[in-house]
């Protein structure tokens, strides 16, 4: 007669037998979603601590964020531009006063660490992208609200002044620097495709 | 743990790290960081300036853009008197700014051969010294007609003592002297027979219901080429007073692509056509000047017959007559008469042209030219009286003074003989080279000086040859001097003036002072004209009765009498503004304009038509040695049925041994092959007309055997009946544009329009001739 083999079943063969896979599975999980991606990037500090929530209090972003007359975007505001109201102080912080000093008196470019810094391969025109090329087309209302339409790829900006910026070690760039698949994510859209001829060839994009 | 816990631990682990987002983070960002360039593509606000292009022949309009005040790019500016549309070397200007080729500081050969830097004041010093040693014994070639730059050398060489001020040799100096001598009263000692020292002709493009051009590619290198092509766009796109452009000359070049009719001559024989025309015109339909000196004329017309036309042109006697026919019923037809190559023709195709426009009361103005008002500062006419060639010759083996100053020229290149005229200037104590590049004189001289470029400094441009009108307009700094030039004088003459206060003698204090006296003489606004304004000035009409036919016997017939050397062959030579002048190379851009095969080694392409290739047994791709009298030469043959018959076709601007990587090494100079002989009459060298040899060796007969032609064969251009209206034309009038500035007669467009005309002849040859 064979001799039956003792296997153990149900719960005790998962613990005697699955346990190494599970326990692998869960040492992985933690690692690729929290302590790898930490380690890929390094925080780094503005060199000024400018917050976006006080500005946009009474005002727009195309107050200091416009389209120059040529159809280009002038993107980070220059010294001179802050200067016109920041030349003497506007509040009481030590960091305003600690710009005034370092920056607006010794006329020097801020050196500002870019969240939205693109390859210059990447082309983007914001003029094609601003709130009247939406008014026209009439899709989304006919008001379009400029703060809303700028956070609409843009993330919050006045969340983002407490977010610290991390760079990534291997690409140098921002963490909330945007994608391709976000640009995708509106390019690539049917009826957007449709309204706006906003075509997904790569030479719309890539030049 | 056993070996196989161990798998399953690691088989848990890829399953976690596979639904983890971090293999595709990862990818993600692998890809941008292969994407990562240290490109740096600048920023700023877009602002556009005006200028004018002192670069460019043609002195075409330039609107250029800046990025925060930062050259980017010329583009053209529709609305200059002379623009409509930029020329190839207009265009690369930004990129000329940075020409590896630039000479960035002062220059001074040393013992071992080679260059070492010094300063400006080093070198300032050096040549006061220099000038102080030669006592007056001091000559400069000039590259700059246009400028007022020759004025201030002329002035600061008659300070010396020196009369010796010259130009590299154009056509705008045949042209001037056939003006000149044309406005003489009689006849005499040559050097007193030149008039109308302060003028030039001006050929009213814009009137002009019809145009005759005799050799001159007016489309492309001609005078005010760019110019030239708006004025011809606009006339035929508008189909204006059933306006038509004929076009004669050796090769089917841009200028015979666009036009309606073209007519084959053999080289160098635009005089003879030119002539014959006339002759018809005065016998046949009566056509005659109220001046005593016409008889002359008239009497010496009467050789000219289509049948000795025929003999020494290549035309057709039928062809001639109705080329005469179309000109007699034009309304207000001009005649442009000159070399196709624009240099070495001598005076006799500007003499037979104004002959022939008088005749035909063509739309000539008078062009008033003004000169700075200087202590024996020499006018651009006076300047061109002086026959750099002719004294090159005569000096014998070294340049005709102890002391030569090369301003923006490069006569080591461009000049007949270059070798004999290297050698020259080999020979020469001390030479001075004021010029943006390092080119081949440059290479030779012993003191460099870097001159700033168009778009670096201010200058002038007057009237360049082949425009309307009077012409006036300042180019300005609208970059700083590119990186790694060393800062300088705002002005290359800058440093010869400040040498003149050296040497005692009464010159302005700088260059600039003498473009404000000089604005203010023509009574125009000196910020108008630094905001890039170009001024087009009101010239009169040229009046016939003050043309003198006194000279004409001497100098246009008695030159036509020496017969054209026995070769085997006619040079026809190819002028492509794509290719650059002799003191720029070839412009970044435009080296991919050159030819297919072009570019292989440094031989050039010579063009033939077939009937001739096969009459020395060869076929196309055969490489063979082209003799002049002086020089030999090797090319690959090329057919192309746009060569008049018996004749071969090279192209100038190759075969440069100095500047940039996109000059440097590539093909031939052909200015190797030409050789200068002195025209009859006017005693002014002349090398429009070089006889060619192709000494047969093994090999070129091997080559012609194996290889064999079986393109399809194209009858030859010269039979081509009148052509309708054809694409070229009407995508120029639909667009509103002038001709493609690159690509010329070979551009795969222009080439298979004007074959696809050819295709459609029915052509009958009799004596090698089309019927």
Known sequence: ?207 | MKRRDFIKFAAGAGAGFAVSPLPYNLAGDLAVWSQNTTLNVPDGENTFAYTTSKLCPSACGLKVRLLDGKVLRALPWEEHPLGGGVSALAIAEPQLLHSPARVKTPLLRSAHGGFTPISWTEAERLLLRKLREAEGDVLCLSGDETGSSSAVLSAFLKGLGSDKMYFMPSEAQCASLAWQMAHSPGAGNPNSLYKAANTQVGFDLEKAGFILAIGANFLENWGTFIRNRRVFAQKSGQREDNFALVYAGPVHNQTASAAGRRVALKPGAETVFCLGLAALLVQKYERRLNDRGFNVIERNLNSFTPAYVHARAGVLPSTLEDVCEKLIRAQNPLVLCASAFNQGSGLGPSLAGFLLNLLLRGPLNVITLHTPNLAGVKTRSEIFRNDFVKDLRKAGGTLPAKLAVFYEANPAYALPEPTSAAAAIRATPFKVSFTPFMDETALLCDLILPTLLGLEKLDDIESPHGCGKGFYALCRPLAAPAAGIRQGPRHGLDVLLETASGLGLRLPANYETVLKNKARDLALNWNDLLNGKAVERNSPALDSSSFSFNLFEKLLFEALKTEPPEAQLSLAVLSRCALGTPQTGIPPFALKTAWGKELLGTSLLALMNKSTAQKFGLADGAEITLRSRTAELVARLKIFEGIAPDSVALSMGFGHTALDAFSRNKGANLFDLLQAVEEPGSELMVWDKTGLNIPLSRQTTIAATQQGDTRPHFEPYSAAPDVKPGLFRRQMAARRLTPPARGGIHSRRSKTWSEAIIKRRDITLQDGLPV
């Open chain 1, 1 to 207: 007669m064979p001799r039956r083999s003792l296997k153990p079943c149900g719960a005790a063969w998962c613990i005697s037998s699955g346990a190494p896979f599970v326990l692998g599975l869960i040492a992985a999980l933690i690692m690729c979603w929290w302590i790898i991606p930490a380690v890929f990037f390094v925080q780094k500090e503005q060199p000024v601590a400018f917050t976006h929530a006080s500005h946009i209090k009474n005002q727009n972003c195309a107050d200091c964020h416009f389209l120059r007359a040529d159809g280009s975007f002038s993107a980070i505001p220059s010294t001179e531009q802050c200067a016109s109201c920041h030349a003497d102080m506007q509040g009481t912080s030590a960091a305003e006063a600690g710009y005034i000093e370092s920056y607006v008196s010794a006329k020097k470019e801020v050196p500002w660490l870019i969240r939205q810094k693109q390859p210059a391969h990447v082309f983007f025109s914001h003029a094609a992208h601003n709130a009247d090329s939406c008014r026209q087309l009439g899709c989304h209302g006919e008001y379009v609200d400029e703060n809303a339409l700028c956070s609409t790829c843009h993330a919050d900006v006045s969340a983002l002044d407490t977010a610290p910026y991390l760079e990534n070690r291997l690409t140098g760039y921002s963490k909330d620097t945007m994608r391709m698949q976000d640009c995708k994510s509106c390019h690539a859209e049917q009826t957007h495709l449709e309204m706006t001829d906003a075509a997904l060839a790569c030479n719309t994009c890539h030049k």
